[in-house]
Structure formats: structure tokens, C-alpha cells
């Protein structure tokens, strides 16, 4: 049973290969053959046999395109490239409006957004104007506090105020309060 399982298993695998290379090789080798059976049957259509006289001209010269020498097909195809490159610019030129509408977009955009951090920067400024203003005004009233602070205590001292006498006072009266 194992070998035909085996044999199974190789049958398989072998047709699975085969398919996996048709799907790989299939396609392009079809489009190849389509291009070639095209090729071969629009090569005696497309263009009008040359009048020229072959005779006149030496053996090894190549023959030149018959499309060169009739002048209705070099005037439509002027038209045609006139016509193409009036196209492609008016394309270019289009695509050239909307980069720059694009670009004045954003360059108003990065505008709106640079005065904003401006209005931003001139809150902050000004915050801190006015906090150093506080801080200055906090540090007179200190320093005045403190001349007032030492004046006070210097009267204390004129009059008796000893600062280890008043701890030790002011501990005693604590804790009979306490009481």
C-alpha cells in the first residue's frame, strides 16, 4: 500500500510541476506567438507599395520609407505631432497650476500655523514678564519684612529678650497649655 501511496504522491507532484510551469510560461509565450501572427499579417497592409524605379538605383542601397515621400501622410503627420505636443503642454502646464496651487496651500497653511506658535510665544512671554514682576515685588516685601523682622527684634533686646530665655518660656507655657 505504501508504494502505490508513493507512486500516488510522485504522479501528483509531477502534474502539479507541470501546471505550476504552464501558468508560469504560458502567458507571455501565448502573447508572443499572438504579436507574431499580428506581425505577419499587417506587414503586406500597412503601407502602399513604393513606385520606384530599382533599376536606377545600385545594388546595396537600403530603400527608403514610402511615407517619406508622400506628402499627405507628412502633412498629416505634422499635424499630428503639432497636435501632440499642443496636448502635452497643455497637460504640463495644467499639472504645473496645480503644483503651485498646492504649494501656495501649504505655504499659507505653514503661515496660519507659524502665527499661531507666534500668538503662542507671545502668551509664554508675557506670563514670564509677569511672574518676574511677582517674584520682584515677593522679594521687596521680604526684604522689608526682614528689616521690619530685625528692627522688632532689636527693640526686644533693648528691653531684656534673650533668645534661649524665650524658647525655653515659650516650651514651658506650650506644655501647661497642654495640660
Not at 507541470?18 to 507571455?28: A, E, K, Q, R, S
Not at 499642443?86 to 496660519?112: G, P
Amino acid at each position: 500500500m505504501t508504494v502505490n501511496q508513493a507512486a500516488v504522491l510522485k504522479v501528483g507532484l509531477g502534474l502539479l510541476g507541470l501546471c505550476l510551469f504552464g501558468y508560469i510560461v504560458g502567458p507571455p509565450l501565448y502573447w508572443h506567438f499572438m504579436e507574431g501572427l499580428v506581425a505577419v499579417s499587417h506587414t503586406s497592409n500597412t503601407c502602399p507599395p513604393c513606385l520606384c524605379d530599382c533599376s536606377s538605383q545600385p545594388l546595396l542601397t537600403i530603400p527608403e520609407d514610402c511615407a517619406k515621400h508622400d506628402p499627405e501622410v507628412n502633412e498629416d503627420t505634422e499635424k499630428n505631432f503639432a497636435e501632440l505636443l499642443t496636448e502635452e503642454l497643455k497637460l504640463r502646464e495644467a499639472e504645473a497650476l496645480e503644483s503651485q496651487q498646492r504649494a501656495d496651500m501649504a505655504l499659507l497653511e505653514a503661515k496660519k500655523i507659524a502665527s499661531q506658535y507666534q500668538k503662542e510665544a507671545d502668551k509664554c512671554n508675557s506670563g514670564m514678564e509677569t511672574c518676574e514682576e511677582a517674584r520682584e515685588k515677593a522679594e521687596a516685601a521680604l526684604a522689608a519684612q526682614k528689616k521690619l523682622t530685625a528692627m522688632w527684634e532689636l527693640r526686644a533686646r533693648q528691653k531684656g529678650w534673650r533668645e534661649g530665655v524665650a524658647k525655653s518660656h515659650a516650651q514651658s507655657e506650650g506644655s501647661v497649655q497642654a495640660v
